[in-house]
């Protein structure tokens, strides 16, 4: 699959470069009364796409449901972001970027109990993690075409 994404990647183009943020996903932002207040985690500031960090908030929100199965409103928030920000960026280059978001926080699935032990459901919650990146590989591909 990395190689697949990597490929997408290279086909698709970046834009220009642009202030950047460099880590922005939902934690990085400050909301108050439906509206962004603050930003942050901003030691990464600096040049960069504006691809890149739209990607980076897809890629983790695509990923919230295995995260935590509260988070039932992240697959309609993935559609209604992807949607806005594909009007912002080239569209395959933003999903498969996302998906190489995605894919790199597959691994942060495998937890530890206070015990030491292997946490209970890591795997079937990586599988989900590498299921939404498959998803966002796929759409790229579609969009690309």
């Known amino acids: 699959m990395s190689a697949a994404i990597d490929d997408l990647v290279r086909r698709t183009d970046p834009g220009p470069m642009v202030p950047s943020h ?5 934690a990085n932002l400050l ?17 960069g796409h504006l691809v890149d960090d739209l990607a980076c908030f897809l890629g983790h929100l695509a990923v919230l449901p295995a995260v ?3 988070y ?4 309609a928030a993935l ?5 806005a920000f594909e009007r912002c960026v080239e569209p395959a280059a933003l999903h498969a970027r996302a998906a190489g978001v995605a894919l790199t926080l597959v691994a942060g699935a495998k937890r530890r109990t206070a015990d030491g032990s292997e946490a209970p459901g890591w795997a079937e919650d990586a599988r989900a993690r590498l299921d939404a990146a498959a998803a966002l590989e796929a759409r790229a591909r579609r969009l690309l075409r």
């Open 31 to 47: 909301m108050a009364g439906g509206r962004v207040s603050g930003l942050l985690d901003v030691d990464a500031l600096g040049p």
């Open 72 to 75: 039932v409103h992240a697959p």
């Open 22 to 26: 460099g880590d922005f996903y939902e």
């Open 79 to 83: 559609e209604h972001f992807g949607d």
């Open 68 to 70: 935590n199965r509260r």
